[in-house]
């Protein structure tokens, strides 16, 4: 395949604010390619799945996707997130039901960038710091993977082999030929690395860039739905401290 823009998002968790808010940024001539928790979380998601069904042109599954599907996933989940997907399930038609038990847990991109929501190794595994990422990045360098690009962590940025995670808005961050790569974009719909701005990044495959945003949208308007759809307060709370 030849080389592309790609806009990569991940995290949306049935935030349609935040996502439509994302829908006035996006470029539609890159690619886009959704790295999963479409649902979860959020009081939005028949508006998420319609949207994201429409738009994105790589899917893959989240963990939230994987517990509606398979409800003996939910055991070592939270509280709130059983509680949030419990209602997702009442609330989908069959047809976006049907639509997430078809979507794959992961996929290549012109042959040498996988997509996955967690780890290379693992859809549920979380990356936190440089240790972590560390042995998967070996790894990808060993089967001739230049980059993965996971979600889950919702903390936006990019590890490497040789330096700690490298993440700025400020500038374009240039990737080495040579170099092996785990990149996260953040989240759309709820952001955990202390900023309650949406996240999400743009890759060029042919100048080998990564350029990261961020966007503000009506956190009020979305925590309000939450609360009207009877979730739990803490799932409308959490939005306004990005943790």
Known sequence: ???????????????????????????????????????????????????????????????HERMLTNPRRRASASYYARAAIEWTEKQLPETHSSYIARIKEQKMIENK???????PADPDEYIFSQREALKHLKALKNKGIIAAFVGHTHQPGIFTLEDNKLYTTEKTIPLNKGGTYIINPGSIGQPRDGDTRGSYCIFDSEALTIDFYRFEYDIE??????KRQNLPNELAERLFFGM
């Open 221 to 226: 308007r979305a925590a309000e739905h939450i």
């Open 113 to 119: 960038y996988l997509l996955i929501h967690g780890s």
């Open 1 to 63: 395949m030849e080389c592309m823009k790609y806009t990569i998002i991940s995290d949306i968790h049935s935030n349609y604010e935040a996502l439509n808010t994302f829908f006035t940024y996006y470029d539609k001539s890159t690619e886009l390619v959704c790295l999963g928790d479409i649902i979860g979380y959020g009081a939005s998601p028949i508006g998420c799945l319609g949207d994201i069904r429409r738009e994105a042109d790589y899917v893959i599954s989240g963990n």
